[in-house]
Structures are given as C-alpha cells and as structure tokens.
C-alpha cells in the first residue's frame, strides 16, 4: 500500500480510537473529520447526490472520499 494512503488510514484509525474510547463518534466529530479534510456542507450535498445515482450509501462514498483527500494532504 502507498505510504500516503497507509497514512491516511492511520489518521481514520486514530480518530475511530479516539472516538470509541469517548463512548463512540458523534456527529459533530465525523463533521469536523470531514472539514479536517477539506470537505464542506455544500461538498457533502454533492456527495449524496452521486451516491444516490451510483446506487450507493452517501456515507461510503463520503468515506472514500475522505480517505482520498487525507491521502493527498501534506503529512
């Protein structure tokens, strides 16, 4: 695996621990997850859109999209 995207699955594991050991993830918290990696409201709402004409979950494909701009931010 690429070391970025190793990276980037390091930052998701380290928040999922953080956020279990506080009694699970609120929604505040992906939220700023999200915005910690350049995704907005209005992004979001895109994101939804095209999960629902491929068929998917929005919060899968959110999550895609979150481990792909974590992987290419400055470490």
């Known amino acids: 695996m690429p070391r970025t995207l190793a ?13 279990r050991a506080g009694g ?5 918290a992906v939220e700023l997850l999200q915005q910690a990696a350049g ?6 709402a895109v994101v939804g859109v095209r999960a629902a004409a491929l068929g998917i979950s929005a919060e899968t494909l959110l999550l895609g999209v979150v ?3 974590l992987a290419s931010a400055p470490a």
Do not use: H, L, S
């Open 7 to 19: 990276c980037a699955f390091d930052r998701i594991d380290d928040f999922v621990a953080v956020q």
């Open 67 to 69: 481990v792909a701009r």
């Open 39 to 44: 995704v907005d409201a209005a992004e979001r």
């Open 24 to 28: 699970g993830p609120t929604v505040e």
